[in-house]
């Protein structure tokens, strides 16, 4: 499996399922009794990361990868959908371009890999539309893993849920993985790591009381839901059951391991979060899924991040407020807004090395602004109430970036719950300077120069598609 970094997006193209889909005689949505032709795929597949996982099948219908929806084509769900490997044992690829509608029951579309002992970097990219029930819960899940025999391990790691810039999602459950692997006799172990869920800005996704979720791992033994992302750009995130789990786990007993480490939220765009519940990581009972505010002895929950900001892209929502923050360590700014007041209505914090959540406003790129001078300030983010936990500065010194021209320090305190940020200094970014004193000079450079640098982009394009292939095992 090849894989490429993206700075922060690590959305990666693969060429070799580019060629697998591009081929017109992939080209077919395959059905249990049947199959019909659409048109051929003209974009390339997202895939993220590597790894691997165990399952066993449950009742559904069967297609092999890639499954794609044309469109002009519109599937009913009214039963489960499984979507399996092709013959060259690839992962699952899903591409829905066209109408995808839930019926009314608890129906899921899912990734699987059948009769391997491991399954992982499937993808489901979605353009089009998917209708969920109002009245059911309709799931959608990058890999989903069901087995339920003694002394088993399942791993689902590194799958993906990608809704594009222009799709249209309403009244789903989404999960980057879900595993259950469950029998009650203490034998058994998951583990849903590294997987990843993306909400594109210009998508139109309404999550009224429904779920986002990274990675999901129920067991009766040990149990992990580590290093999964949420990447939410786009959206309305509201009602009483909405929440944001970037990592989340459940056991028998509280005796059984359980870790929820270095999960990540990104929050940019204009994503509307203002009725979500946000979770870093959260552990709970398999029999009771309401939230445990006491953390059992045998749980490792550190490093979760909330980030505002991604790809720098910077959060710019109508409202400004989060309904509640939940077992982050800690809450980085990167990119956003100047003048903006982050309001985070409530906020805990479980967290096993420290309950203690650090404001992180050591770089940040402000966006909403097109000058500043030394002595402005303005409120940068403020807590309403603490239930569980307290909040802290990583550091009062911060660097800034304005746009691609100007630069600057500042000092960021603390008073109570609220965090302020004050200009200390401001310049010029040093290639602006250079870019001045030699605009000339460049610009005779690069008429003479334009077909070579042409030819250069080509190349490093070509170099990027083609890098060599690695795979990434873990649990």
């Not at 894989?3 to 077919?28: A, C, H, P, R």
């Not at 870790?259 to 519940?277: K, P, R, W």
């Not at 940068?380 to 569980?388: D, E, G, R």
Request: aromatic fraction near 10%; include cysteine.
């Amino acid at each position: 499996m090849k894989m490429t970094t993206l700075n922060k997006g690590e959305v990666f193209i693969i060429e070799d399922y580019q060629k697998q889909v591009t081929s017109k005689d992939s080209f077919y949505m395959r059905e249990k009794k049947n199959s019909f032709r659409i048109k051929p795929l003209t974009v390339a597949v997202s895939i993220v990361l590597t790894g691997l996982a165990f399952s066993s099948q449950v009742e559904a219908v069967g297609y092999t990868s890639p499954w794609i929806v044309g469109e002009t084509n519109t599937y009913n769900v009214t039963e489960d959908v499984q979507i399996n490997v092709n013959s060259n044992n690839e992962p699952a690829i899903t591409i829905i371009y066209g109408t995808v509608n839930y019926a009314n029951n608890n129906f899921f579309i899912y990734s699987n890999k059948k009769e391997l002992p491991y399954s992982a970097d499937n993808c489901i990219t979605v353009y089009g539309q998917i209708n969920g029930s109002n009245t059911a819960n309709s799931n959608l899940f990058g890999a989903y893993n069901a087995h339920f025999n003694t002394n088993v391990t399942i791993l689902t790691n590194n799958n993906t849920v990608i809704f594009k810039a222009g799709s249209r999602v309403k009244n789903l459950h989404v999960y980057g993985a879900k595993i259950d692997n469950h029998v009650e006799d203490g034998t058994n172990h998951a583990f849903a790591n590294y997987n990843t869920v993306i909400i594109e800005n210009g998508s139109d996704y309404t999550g009224v009381n429904k779920y986002v979720v990274g990675g999901y791992a129920i067991a009766d033994n040990t149990v992990s839901a580590s290093n999964n992302k949420i990447i939410i750009g786009a959206g309305k995130f509201d009602g009483g059951e909405t929440s944001i789990i970037a990592g989340w786990t459940s056991t028998e007993a509280d005796n059984q391991q359980a870790t929820m480490c270095d999960n990540e939220v990104y929050l940019y765009g204009d994503a509307d979060v203002s009725g979500a519940d946000i979770y870093g990581s959260v552990r709970t009972e398999i029999n009771n899924l309401s939230v445990k505010k006491n953390i059992p002895l045998y749980t490792v929950m550190t490093g979760n991040t909330l980030i505002f900001g991604y790809d720098n892209k910077s959060w710019e929502p109508a409202n400004y407020t989060i309904k509640s923050v939940n077992n982050f360590s800690t809450i980085r700014m990167d990119t956003v807004a100047w003048g903006k007041t982050i309001t985070i209505n409530s906020l805990s914090n479980h967290s096993t090395d420290s309950t203690e959540t650090k404001i992180d406003a050591t770089n940040i790129s402000f966006s909403g602004v097109d000058n500043i001078a030394p002595g402005d300030s303005y409120d940068l983010l403020t807590v309403s109430n603490i239930t569980s936990g307290s909040v802290g500065l990583t550091s009062e010194s911060s660097s800034f970036t304005l746009g691609s021209s100007l630069e600057g320090t500042a000092k960021v305190t603390q008073s109570g719950n609220t965090f302020s940020y004050t200009v200390n200094s401001l310049d010029p970014q040093p290639q602006t300077h250079t870019a001045a004193m030699t605009m000339s000079a460049g610009t005779v450079a690069l008429t003479q120069g334009g077909d070579t640098l042409s030819a250069g982009r080509s190349r490093s394009e070509c170099c990027y598609l083609r890098q060599q292939k690695s795979s990434r095992y873990s649990h």
